[in-house]
T-cell receptor, first 113, second 112 residues
């Protein structure tokens, strides 16, 4: 595997379900990010992890819970989501958080029913 | 908030035409970085270029070229002799405090 991978690629879940999104980077980076991309909206930064420590939490509702067990893996745990949470969730990684280019995974297309 | 503005929401061109995507940014920083990303229909954002605020030299990479003008806070992207495979959404971004601020994106459609 190379680059940044995300699983699953597509997810449909009910509002009472609990699911997790997984991201893995094979680039030796030490910073990882979660973004939300809704239709016709710019990318919204959700969380930033640097050296496995959360350094940014952009007022994201508590029904989204990130986890970074090591510098290569990032999870986004989902529970009791709302239909408006349906979006493309993108993971990215970079060499550091200061001005480095970020490399993105293919995203998980989430639909909440 | 210091924004990144991509005024062109959608652009449609015919193959082999040249096309320029505009990007204007706001910043109070003296040092910053600018980026362009491409998002094809598959969804993955592909990194294209990073430019340091101290380096105003224009850059060319194959059919792609970038024009950075600090005086007008613009970082425009030109595709020469466009191809159908260039069809995608293109995002301009600026660094701020360790994160990237993205524009709203320009959807480019190149028709055969």
């Amino acid at each position: 595997e190379t680059g940044v991978t995300q699983t699953p690629r597509h997810l449909v879940m009910g509002m009472t379900n609990k699911k997790s999104l997984k991201c893995e980077q094979h680039l030796g980076h030490n910073a990882m990010y979660w973004y939300k991309q809704s239709a016709k909206k710019p990318l919204e930064l959700m969380f930033v992890y640097s050296l496995e420590e959360r350094v940014e939490n952009n007022s994201v509702p508590s029904r989204f819970s990130p986890e970074c067990p090591n510098s290569s893996h990032l999870f986004l745990h989902l529970h009791t989501l709302q239909p408006e949470d349906s979006a493309l969730y993108l993971c990215a990684s970079s060499s550091g958080t200061s001005s480095y280019e970020q490399y993105f995974g293919p995203g998980t297309r989430l639909t909440v029913t | 908030a210091q924004k990144v503005t991509q005024a062109q929401t959608e652009i449609s061109v015919v193959e082999k035409e040249d096309v320029t995507l505009d990007c204007v940014y706001e910043t109070r920083d003296t040092t910053y970085y600018l980026f362009w990303y491409k998002q094809p229909p598959s969804g993955e954002l592909v990194f294209l270029i990073r430019r340091n605020s101290f380096d105003e030299q224009n850059e060319i990479s194959g059919r792609y070229s970038w024009n950075f003008q600090k005086s007008t806070s613009s970082f425009n992207f030109t595709i020469t002799a466009s191809q159908v495979v260039d069809s995608a959404v293109y995002f301009c971004a600026r660094s701020q405090g360790g994160k990237l601020i993205f524009g709203q994106g320009t959807e480019l459609s190149v028709k055969p």
